[in-house]
C-alpha cells in the first residue's frame, strides 16, 4: 500500500496562474481533506470530502476549490494564486469520517507563488 | 474559540534522555486528544489517540497522558534517540464537527 500520495512534490507559481494539487488514497477510506501548513502555525483544514460526492468547507476556503473526483482521489484548485498561498499543502484521509479518527497524511505539495 | 497551545515552542535534550511536551487546550465539546510525530519534509504520523476516558496510553517509548479536568495533555518520551528528532503535534477534535484544532507543535531535537 502506498497510503496517500500526492502530487507534484513541488511547485512554483507566479501571480495569477492556476494550478490543480492532486491526491490519491488507496486504503478504501472514506473522507479526505485538504490542509495547508505555515511556519509557527498549526496545520488549516481548507476543504474535507465526508465521503464520495460530498465536499464541505474548511477554517480558510478561500481561494481554493476542490473535486472529489471518486472515492479514492481528492483535488485541490488553486484558480488565481496569490503570494498569500506560499505554503505546504497536504492531503489527508480517514476510514469513515469525522474529525475525531486519526487522519492519514501524505508527504505534502510545498508551493511557492512569485 | 477552540483553542489548542503548546509548549515549549522548541526543545533539545541529549541523546538518551527523556523529556516531556505538554499540550493545553480549550475545546467543547471535547471528543478526542491525538498526538502526531512530524518529520521534517513528511506528513504527521499519529502516535497516540485518547478519549475523555482515558489517563494514559503508551506506544513504545511514547506515552501520553490526559486530564480532561484540567484540560491538559503531555507526551513523555522515554530514552531518547536521534529518529526521535522531529515536530510534536497536539490535536484535539471537536464532538459532531469534521474540523480539528491543531497546535502548532513542539520541536524536538535530538543531539548525540
Known amino acids: 500500500n502506498a497510503g496517500v500520495t500526492q502530487t507534484p512534490k513541488f511547485q512554483v507559481l507566479k501571480t495569477g496562474q492556476s494550478m490543480t494539487l492532486q491526491c490519491a488514497q488507496d486504503?478504501?477510506?472514506?473522507?479526505m481533506y485538504w490542509y495547508r501548513q505555515d511556519p509557527g502555525m498549526g496545520l488549516r483544514l481548507i476543504y474535507y470530502?465526508?465521503?464520495?460526492?460530498?465536499?464541505d468547507k474548511g477554517e480558510v476556503p478561500n481561494g481554493y476549490n476542490v473535486s472529489r473526483l471518486n472515492k479514492r482521489e481528492f483535488s485541490l484548485r488553486l484558480e488565481s494564486a496569490a503570494p498569500s498561498q506560499t505554503s505546504v499543502y497536504f492531503c489527508?484521509?480517514?476510514?469513515?469520517?469525522?474529525?475525531?479518527?486519526?487522519?492519514?497524511f501524505g508527504p505534502g505539495t510545498r508551493l511557492l507563488v512569485l | 474559540k477552540n483553542q489548542v497551545e503548546q509548549s515549549p515552542q522548541s526543545l533539545i535534550i541529549l541523546e538518551g534522555k527523556n523529556c516531556t511536551l505538554q499540550?493545553?487546550?480549550?475545546?467543547?465539546?471535547?471528543?478526542?486528544l491525538r498526538w502526531y510525530k512530524q518529520d521534517t519534509g513528511r506528513g504527521p504520523v499519529s502516535l497516540t489517540i485518547?478519549?475523555?476516558?482515558?489517563n494514559t496510553k503508551s506506544n513504545g517509548r511514547y506515552t501520553a497522558t490526559l486530564d480532561a479536568d484540567t484540560k491538559q495533555s503531555s507526551l513523555h518520551i522515554t530514552a531518547s534517540q536521534l529518529s526521535d528528532s522531529a515536530s510534536y503535534i497536539c490535536?484535539?477534535?471537536?464532538?459532531?464537527?469534521?474540523?480539528?484544532?491543531f497546535g502548532r507543535g513542539t520541536s524536538l531535537i535530538v543531539h548525540p
Open positions: 489527508a484521509s480517514s476510514p469513515h469520517g469525522g474529525g475525531q479518527e486519526t487522519q492519514y
Open positions: 486504503m478504501n477510506h472514506n473522507s
Open positions: 470530502s465526508a465521503s464520495e460526492g460530498t465536499t
Open positions: 499540550c493545553n487546550y480549550t475545546v467543547s465539546p471535547f471528543s478526542n
Open positions: 485518547m478519549t475523555f476516558s482515558e
Open positions: 490535536v484535539v477534535s471537536v464532538g459532531g464537527s469534521y474540523i480539528p484544532t
